[in-house]
């Protein structure tokens, strides 16, 4: 069974840092490509990182600077370090599975993504 499962999300205040984790299980984890999205209320998704099975990385320019992806093929997992959390940052984060490569010009298009995570609420307080 495949499975996404993401962990480390909560209530922060403005300026704070989480971690957020993507633990991965049920497919060959070192051969894909893992990406991070969020959903803000009333907000469509969007992609906020994503990291390649060679360990490419993209980011969104809203959290250029201040989010970290990483990924522990030993453990199949991977990270966003988030700091300097600011309140538009407040979204259900998703990380997601597909093929090797991070999908779009940019790297954070939801396009082909097989696997998704059931989310966790990140919270930016003032």
């Known amino acids: 069974e495949v499975q996404l499962v993401e962990s480390g999300g909560g209530l922060v205040q403005a300026g704070e840092s989480l971690r957020l984790s993507c633990a991965a299980s049920g497919f060959a984890f070192d051969d894909y490509a893992i990406g991070w999205f969020r959903q803000a209320p009333g907000k469509k998704r969007e992609g906020v990182s994503c990291?390649?099975?060679?360990?490419?990385?993209y980011y969104a320019d809203s959290v250029m600077g201040r989010f970290t992806i990483s990924r522990n093929n030993a453990n199949n997992t991977v990270y966003v370090r988030m700091i300097s959390l600011k309140l538009e940052d407040t979204a259900v984060y998703y990380c997601a599975a597909r093929g090797r490569y991070c999908a779009g010009a940019r790297g954070i298009s939801s396009y082909e993504y097989e696997y998704w995570g059931q989310g966790i609420q990140v919270t930016v307080s003032s």
């Open positions: 990291i390649s099975a060679a360990g490419i990385i």
